[in-house]
């Protein structure tokens, strides 16, 4: 009996994934050997540390001890997602038939390895979520895998799960409105840090970490910029984040006690109430919502329900995500009450959807008249118009070239 044919993308699902997770290790590896630096650390000790390293950056967490590390790390997990996507698309040289089968393969096949990986590295005083390793490998694999195909031979209409105009449009208009609220949240961190730049140098002299140890921690630090920039956000919509049991920063305040001497939270804001005019910045959200609701694209639809509609699912959507990616930045950062760290699960998600919807709503509104308004003005005359033509001035010359009034 003749074997069955082998399916085509089988085996560069399965390339893909092993040279993904041995590239994401290289990283790993490096970052510990820098943060060790001249400490006598045994083969076997570095080894684990570093597959620790990499299932941690993929969302699995890590308990050592008394010391719990439940947040996922953004930035380091868009570092992972990034390896995976130019890993895909090296490996897929040649357009794939299946795409979406393949992509659910390499995903699969990536959290296997990290599953694996989690197992093999367990030990009496520190140990990794085995289920979430697994989970967020095959969410960091499959993300990356389809962006790695996309940018190699396009087709990003594959990846549409429907076929309805309506949500593509709603959601094609709801990325400006999240990127409108990231930028403003990574401006404010940027004022903040340089306002407090004297702090973060103390903190930096305070730990002294050698030329290492300061690669390492300069490494860690612009890996937790997108963790903040997510917890500001958490502040702009309303629930704020925490840093610490019983702590918190919104817009009306800061209360915060002892923070971890980490030079980028150096950022964090002098504990007491803000300005009054701080809570004008609750209205990003909102505004962002409606940038949204302008930009939607109604189709061959006229009236005023169907933009207000639009609107209103474009800023749904981008609240939607926005409030996903606050709830899943926030975790235990370290023992007692570093438990508690970050905005809450699912209060940021709980706000943000009915607030950009409201703008988007009114975005759409606005944008409505917009286009009333225009469509209603007067239009000027064509060069082609059929009239009697008048000279503009009566002393003008005549000649060809003489312009003329043909209304």
């Known amino acids: 009996m003749p074997a069955p044919p082998e399916t085509s993308y089988f085996r560069q699902a399965f390339l893909t994934a092993l040279l993904a997770a041995a590239l994401s290790l290289v990283v790993a590896a490096t970052i510990v050997l820098l943060a060790s630096g001249s400490a006598d650390v045994s083969w076997a000790g570095f080894a684990r540390t570093t597959v620790r390293t990499w299932l941690f950056s993929i969302g699995s967490g890590l308990d050592a001890g008394d010391v719990s590390l439940g947040l996922v790390p953004i930035g380091a997990t868009l570092v992972c997602i990034a390896v995976v996507t130019r ?10 038939d ?4 393949f992509a659910a393969t390499t995903a699969g096949a990536y959290g296997l390895i990290a599953g694996l990986a989690a ?14 390793a697994a989970s967020g490998a095959f969410v960091v694999g499959g993300l990356g895998v389809v962006l790695g195909a996309t940018r190699r031979h396009g087709g990003a209409e594959r990846w549409w799960f429907t076929k309805s105009a309506d949500v593509r449009a709603a959601a094609r208009a709801a990325v400006p409105a999240i990127f409108a609220v990231l930028a403003v949240s990574g401006t404010l961190l940027i004022i903040s840090l340089v306002l407090h730049l004297s702090r973060a140098g103390d903190l930096w002299a305070l730990l002294n970490p050698g030329v290492g140890g300061g690669a390492a ?17 958490s502040a702009l ?11 918190s920063v919104d817009l009306t305040g ?9 030079p980028l939270l150096a950022a964090l804001p002098t504990p007491g109430e803000f300005p009054e005019w701080v809570f004008l910045l609750g209205l990003v959200p909102l505004l962002a919502g ?8 109604p189709g061959e639809r006229e009236g005023l329900a169907p933009r207000v509609a639009l609107g209103a699912a474009a800023g749904g959507v981008a609240g939607l995500v926005l409030g996903m990616l606050v709830g899943v930045s926030g975790g235990a950062i370290g023992p007692g009450r570093m438990v508690d760290a970050g905005p809450p699960l699912l209060t940021p998600l709980l706000v943000a959807v009915p607030v950009m919807a409201m703008g988007g709503a009114l975005g759409g509104v606005l944008s409505h008249y917009r286009g009333r308004r225009a469509f209603s003005l007067p239009h000027l005359p064509s060069a082609n118009a059929v009239g009697r033509p008048r000279l503009w001035k009566r002393n ?10 043909t209304s």
């Open 119 to 132: 197992t093999v590295s367990q030990s009496a005083d520190v140990h990794t979520s085995v289920v979430r």
């Open 87 to 96: 890993t895909a698309a090296w490996v897929v040289s040649d357009p794939i």
């Open 217 to 233: 921690l300069g490494v860690g630090s612009l890996l937790a910029v997108p963790a903040l920039v997510l917890w500001i956000t």
């Open 396 to 405: 003008q010359p005549a000649g060809p070239d003489r312009r003329v009034d």
């Open 237 to 247: 919509i309303g629930p704020g984040f925490a840093l610490g049991t019983n702590t």
């Open 254 to 262: 800061s209360q915060v006690g002892a923070v971890p001497g980490f």
């Open 290 to 297: 409606m940038l949204a609701g302008w930009s939607v694209n």
């Open 98 to 101: 299946d795409i979406v089968a």
